[in-house]
T-cell receptor
C-alpha cells in the first residue's frame, strides 16, 4: 500500500521569508500524481500545487514550488515570500494515475507565519 | 450556506453495536468522501461517491458500508463495531474531482468515535 509521510508536525517562518515543507512517499507505481493541499481553519482543503510523476520539471504556482525527487520519493513544498494568509495545515497527498478519487494523505504540517 | 454537516459529533459504541454516521452537503456537489484519521496519522479514504447511486471503495473499506440515494446525503454505516474503528471520521465533498484546481475539498467538522 502507498504511504505518505510528513515528518514535520509544525513549522514556523517569518513573514516574507521562505519555508520548505517535507514529504516522502512510498509506492511501487511509476505513474502517479502528488499534491500539496492547504487547509485553513475554514476546513476547506484547497489544492495548492500538483505534480505529475512523468514530468521531470518541478511544478510552480506563483509563490509555491516543489522539489520532486522521483528516485528518492521525495516531494517538498517551498513557499517563497511567506504571507500571513499562508498560515494553515498543509497536507501532502498521493494519487495513483488510475486511482480515480483515491487520495492518500500525509499527517499534515501546521505552518505558522510570524509577523 | 451550511457546507458539509456531520452528525453526531461524538459517539461511544460497545463492540458489536451498529451505527450510522450522517453526512449532508448543500452545495450540489457530485463528489463525496468518507475519511478516517487515527492519532498521528494522515487521512485514509474509506468510501467515495461520484454521484447519486454510485459508490466505490477507498483504501480502508472493510467494516463499513455506504449509500448515496441523493446528491445531498452520504451516510456511513458501521455494522459490527470493533475497537480498530476507534477514530475521527470526516466527510468531505467537492464539485470536481479531487485533483482539480479551483475545486476545494470541503470537510465537515468530524465525528469522534470510540469503540470499547
Amino acid at each position: 500500500a502507498q504511504t505518505v509521510t510528513q515528518s514535520q508536525p509544525e513549522m514556523s517562518v517569518q513573514e516574507a521569508e521562505t519555508v520548505t515543507l517535507s514529504c516522502t512517499y512510498d509506492t511501487s507505481e511509476s505513474d502517479y500524481y502528488l499534491f500539496w493541499y492547504k487547509q485553513p481553519p475554514s476546513r476547506q482543503m484547497i489544492l495548492v500545487i500538483r505534480q505529475e510523476a512523468y514530468k521531470q520539471q518541478n511544478a510552480t504556482e506563483n509563490r509555491f514550488s516543489v522539489n520532486f525527487q522521483k528516485a528518492a520519493k521525495s516531494f517538498s513544498l517551498k513557499i517563497s515570500d511567506s504571507q500571513l494568509g499562508d498560515a494553515a495545515m498543509y497536507f501532502c497527498a498521493y494519487k495513483e494515475d488510475q486511482g480515480a478519487q483515491k487520495l492518500v494523505f500525509g499527517q499534515g504540517t501546521r505552518l505558522t507565519i510570524n509577523p | 450556506n451550511a457546507g458539509v454537516t456531520q452528525t453526531p459529533k461524538f459517539r461511544i459504541l460497545k463492540i458489536g453495536q451498529s451505527m450510522t454516521l450522517q453526512c449532508a452537503q448543500d452545495m450540489n456537489h457530485n463528489y463525496m468522501y468518507w475519511y478516517r484519521q487515527d492519532p498521528g496519522m494522515g487521512l485514509k479514504l474509506i468510501y467515495y461517491s461520484v454521484g447519486a447511486g454510485i459508490t466505490d471503495k477507498g483504501e480502508v473499506p472493510n467494516g463499513y458500508n455506504v449509500s448515496r440515494s441523493t446528491t445531498e446525503d452520504f451516510p456511513l454505516r458501521l455494522e459490527l463495531a470493533a475497537p480498530s474503528q476507534t477514530s475521527v471520521y470526516f466527510c468531505a465533498s467537492s464539485y470536481s474531482p479531487v485533483s482539480s484546481y479551483n475545486s476545494p475539498l470541503h470537510f465537515g467538522n468530524g465525528t469522534r468515535l470510540t469503540v470499547t
